[in-house]
């Protein structure tokens, strides 16, 4: 599927204080680039049409050190009240005809545009208002949401909880897809999640990561 082909937006949530890391955890170094910035490229080589990145917590600094060409970046000033405000925040610079919303993790570098591009598929083919990966039967991310639940998403954001109120009140219209890639349940939270990933990396494969 090419852009072209889908309406989709990607928000990529990456507002947070890396509180568990002791670092700013968007910066730190992945595949010649930063763990955010490789997530964002994973984005544009998707099919996703437009591409919002939330940034909060030391934006600043991040700004001056990645590369945000091609997509769209927003600053949650209210991040410290949890990841329903960085949702809130992103889908107020959606486009008004976007058929749905990926919310990607910007700690998820691994989740690359072949499971990206799945979801959106899912969701063409389906038509189901919530998309979720599956991998060996745990539910992972990145999460779709459909227009036809904004107003739904919007009225449930809760403190930190993000989605998962309106996955649970909607739990019979989700469609599960799943990927056999065990990414979409790792994401970089401790620096000894980040000590994984490199050592994965470095044998040469992550589809066996122990999650």
Same mark, same amino acid.
């Given at each position: 599927m090419k852009k072209r082909d889908s309406d989709i937006?990607?928000? =990529?949530? %990456?507002?947070? $204080?890396?509180?568990?890391?002791?670092?700013?955890?968007?910066?730190? +170094?992945f595949r010649g680039n930063s763990i955010l910035g490789?997530?964002?490229?994973?984005?544009?080589?998707?099919?996703?049409?437009?591409?919002?990145?939330?940034?909060?917590?030391?934006?600043r600094q991040?700004?001056?050190?990645v590369n945000?060409?091609?997509?769209?970046?927003?600053?949650?000033k209210d991040c410290c009240q949890g990841l329903s405000s960085s949702l809130r925040v992103g889908l107020s610079y959606i486009s008004d005809s976007c058929d749905g919303v990926l919310f990607v993790l910007g700690d998820q570098p691994l989740v690359?545009?072949?499971? =990206?591009? %799945?979801?959106? $598929?899912?969701?063409?083919?389906?038509?189901?208002?919530?998309?979720? +990966?599956?991998?060996r039967g745990r539910r992972g991310n990145p999460v779709f949401i459909g227009r036809s639940l904004f107003h739904q998403l919007e009225m449930n954001l809760k403190a930190d909880m993000g989605a998962r109120p309106l996955l649970k009140k909607f739990n019979?219209?989700?469609?599960?897809i799943n990927i056999m890639k065990a990414s979409v349940n790792f994401d970089v939270d401790?620096?000894?999640?980040?000590?994984?990933?490199?050592?994965?990396?470095?044998?040469?494969?992550?589809?066996?990561?122990?999650?």
């Open positions: 937006t990607g928000i =990529i949530l %990456a507002a947070g $204080k890396s509180s568990r890391m002791g670092k700013i955890k968007q910066l730190l +170094p490789h997530v964002i490229n994973n984005c544009l080589k998707s099919s996703l049409r437009q591409i919002i990145v939330v940034l909060g917590y030391r934006a991040i700004q001056q050190a945000f060409h091609g997509v769209k970046v927003v600053v949650n690359d545009e072949s499971v =990206i591009d %799945a979801l959106i $598929k899912g969701f063409y083919e389906s038509h189901a208002p919530i998309i979720v +990966p599956y991998y019979k219209q989700i469609k599960e401790t620096i000894d999640d980040y000590n994984k990933l490199l050592s994965f990396e470095n044998a040469g494969s992550s589809d066996n990561l122990l999650v």
